[in-house]
């Protein structure tokens, strides 16, 4: 055992009470009651920096919530990477799902259960983890590093857009490392090639001035509810296609060797997924394979229908306004700006006479290609064959993560995109948890990374 | 003036006392929390009834709500009548959009603002005020008596009809009142010829046994609030259309008379109502007429739509359940029980393939044709000349009041639904009003109704 697996076994304890209590601040970035949590966590962050030996440590002011920044610049001659993790997390509701309280970090069967557990406190933790180890055993890191933690990714991540774009010199580095992602199962590390971009949008359908009477008016009334319905079913069909002129004309080809993998699904992915949802079939466009849907096909999901009566019970209301959450992953060939118009264009066309239609733009993030040819690549690469036994796959993800792009078109560096989270870690839902094997793992694997670079 | 028309002058100001006391008790009956208010206004009105001289003043208690029962039989060899009215009242959301506490009575412009000031408490409380004045005047009424009160109007009504079923000879009478209708004008008044019944349910849409991140699964997952959006798509069309198999093959034809007055509509109520919409165009089936369309069509509205994340901001969440709060209003060729039936075989084959469906019916009500040619109707017509100085039109209402079909199927007797609400009285909406001038003219019509009865 290495010295540095030394010093990690010995920590395990400290590592986790340090986890659980970042854990135990609920950072929700959406909701405006939690901006003091929102700074508890970021201090938190930033304690943890300092504690463990890294320089400059400050919170960035921002219109939203801060960001964490942290540096240590004295391994002359080396590289410098620029380490990403974010401490916000998303919303805990429905609240009656969860088996133990949303914001109370509780071990189970090897895993730590708490929203954000895995996404992505638990992962932007075990960055800092890796940093304290080498700092702690070697007295130095074998490369420069900044680290950059927001509190925005899931709610748009404005500021750090804004910051990033702003002081693009204040971040030079020669490759950023992101912790966010998944491995398809616990034996088989993977390495991000690609990501889907994201458009999140709010469509208003207002009918008339007020609520209606279903009972005086049904029959001659707009209904912005059931116009939503059509309009829904208009844009989106049962079989998955989308119909939003002109979205399909600016896809790309995917990669040969790409489209042989989503054919073949070697390690069998669409069947790990139909059995995490507990479903007999798979539904989407059947015309292509699976990981080909979720990894790269551009999609559309409605997340929440607002208006009307949604009680117990019954209210007979033909509601004035009704309201819906859409948003469309996009593969990385569509600027998510570009496809909001395309968007409210179909939405207007898509719409029935009689109502009124408006389309927000809530938020979007690019997609991403990741090339698999550079040193920051390969010294990832080699870590998770130390530390797994194996080569990583490389794999894309369907979720959005609009910082990688950034980096890239900003920064114009290699993005590496090696996380730990495991595909029933239930991020985004109820019982969100996060492997504690994947947890110490993922300490080693990045420390070696950064000694691979250095 | 009369000395009935003189009391009520002088007592203007207590009948508006009382009946502000009564609107300050929120009788929400679907909200499990409101029960010790609906006990409140239930007794409210029971001390009423004693206090102006009613007999054998009871709560009568039910699984649900109690029913308010008094009764005045002294008026040996005249007919008797039974008035019904409900104490009940719809929930208040969305609170933002009333101009003033729905729960606290506000006079503005000659009407009373207040949740249940027209429905039903204003129209309830001025039937009991005819009673009043004609007890204070003469001592006695011109007719016997019953008073019946529910507090489940709101709320599918189950324990009024399991009364009536189970008691009928307590019930014996020889017409009935129901007062909880409207005129089409302030100036022409009205009585209902006929009215939609109603049927109620909740459809309930499962698909992944968890709750999805859409990144992750966008693509493969089905998505019970999109499954919804195409299922009520194809249950009414953006025409109006319903496309449940065998519902319009049970529609009988209605009256020539009918048809011909919907065709001219003389009152110019399809103007009226659009503009209360405030709408550029009436929506619909537009090969029949706008009051076919409200008075008598089977129509179907989406009330609410449960499932996903609805608050501030994005959550990029597939719901693992949605449900959505649909209706159907019948005409009365349709028994709602039958038509519940269709309702979910249609649902069944509507739904898309990868979700499953389940279809919970709520409650229902049945429609309702009133023969003018009996005594009764004769004696609220003269009433009403009386006082409005023209004769009623004779209408049909959209809405539902299954307890109007109960007394016709249950006693057997004339039912002579004469209300005084006006179209822009925003009943189950914000802002409910009544207006006080309708609200004194109806005591006066009431206490000439019973006494052409007698």
């Known amino acids: 055992m290495t010295q540095l697996d030394t010093y990690i076994v010995e920590h395990?304890?400290?590592?986790?009470?340090d986890l659980q209590q970042w854990l135990r601040i609920p950072s929700?970035?959406?909701?405006?009651?939690?901006?003091?949590d929102m700074r508890h966590a970021a201090t938190y962050a930033a304690d943890q920096l300092r504690h463990i030996g890294i320089d400059e440590v400050t919170l960035i002011q921002t219109n939203g919530h801060p960001l964490v920044y942290g540096e240590w610049l004295k391994a002359a001659g080396k590289p410098t990477v620029l380490l990403y993790g974010h401490y916000d997390v998303q919303p805990v509701d429905p609240v009656a799902l969860w088996d133990s309280p949303p914001f109370e970090p509780t071990i189970r069967n090897g895993n730590i259960y708490c929203r954000g557990a895995c996404d992505d406190k638990g992962q932007a933790m075990l960055v800092l983890k890796a940093l304290e180890a080498l700092l702690a055993v070697n007295g130095a890191l074998p490369v420069n590093i900044r680290v950059l933690l927001e509190g925005e990714e899931e709610a748009g991540g404005e500021?750090?857009?804004?910051?990033?774009?702003?002081y693009p010199e204040r971040l030079h580095c020669d490759a950023t490392l992101i912790c966010?992602?998944?491995?398809?199962?616990?034996?088989?590390?993977?390495?991000?090639?690609?990501?889907?971009?994201?458009?999140?949008?709010?469509?208003?359908?207002?009918?008339?001035?007020?609520?209606?009477?279903?009972?005086?008016?049904?029959?001659?009334?707009?209904?912005?509810?059931?116009?939503?319905?059509?309009?829904?079913?208009r844009l989106k069909d049962a079989e998955g296609h989308l119909h939003i002129p002109g979205l399909y004309d600016k896809l790309l080809q995917p990669s040969q060797i790409e489209q042989e993998f989503w054919r073949q699904d070697p390690l069998h992915f669409a069947d790990?997924?139909?059995?995490?949802?507990?479903?007999?079939?798979?539904?989407?466009?059947?015309?292509?394979?699976?990981?080909?849907?979720?990894?790269?096909?551009?999609?559309?999901?409605?997340?929440?229908?607002?208006?009307?009566?949604?009680?117990?019970?019954?209210?007979?209301?033909?509601?004035a306004i009704a309201k819906a959450k859409i948003s469309l992953r996009l593969p990385p060939d569509l600027k998510s700006s570009e496809v909001f118009t395309l968007f409210e264009q179909a939405v207007k066309a898509a719409t029935p006479a009689g109502v009124e239609v408006a389309v927000?733009?809530?938020?979007?993030?690019?997609?991403?290609?990741?090339?698999?040819?550079?040193?920051a690549m390969q010294a990832a690469t080699a870590a998770l064959r130390e530390v797994f036994g194996r080569d990583p796959v490389?794999?894309?993800?369907?979720?959005?993560?609009?910082?990688?792009?950034?980096?890239?078109e900003i920064l114009g560096v290699p993005v590496v995109l090696m996380g730990f989270g495991l595909p029933d870690d239930?991020?985004?839902?109820?019982?969100?948890?996060?492997?504690?094997?994947?947890?110490?793992?993922?300490i080693r694997v990045v420390a070696r990374f950064l000694e691979n670079m250095g």
Do not use: C
């Open 28 to 36: 929700i970035s959406t909701l405006p009651e939690h901006a003091e």
């Open 12 to 17: 395990k304890e400290q590592f986790l009470e």
């Open 180 to 233: 966010d992602t998944h491995m398809p199962t616990e034996d088989i590390p993977a390495l991000i090639s690609g990501l889907r971009g994201l458009l999140y949008t709010e469509v208003e359908v207002r009918g008339a001035r007020r609520d209606l009477h279903s009972g005086t008016y049904g029959g001659i009334a707009p209904n912005p509810l059931h116009a939503l319905a059509i309009l829904i079913s």
């Open 426 to 442: 239930n991020i985004h839902a109820p019982n969100e948890k996060y492997s504690l094997s994947q947890f110490f793992k993922g």
């Open 159 to 166: 500021s750090i857009d804004h910051y990033v774009k702003t």
């Open 394 to 408: 490389y794999i894309r993800e369907g979720g959005s993560i609009p910082i990688a792009a950034l980096f890239k």
């Open 272 to 319: 790990a997924l139909r059995g995490e949802m507990g479903v007999a079939q798979l539904t989407g466009e059947v015309e292509y394979p699976p990981l080909e849907r979720i990894w790269t096909r551009p999609t559309l999901e409605v997340h929440g229908i607002i208006g009307g009566f949604i009680g117990e019970g019954a209210k007979t209301v033909i509601p």
């Open 360 to 375: 927000s733009y809530i938020h979007g993030g690019e997609g991403l290609v990741v090339p698999l040819d550079n040193p």
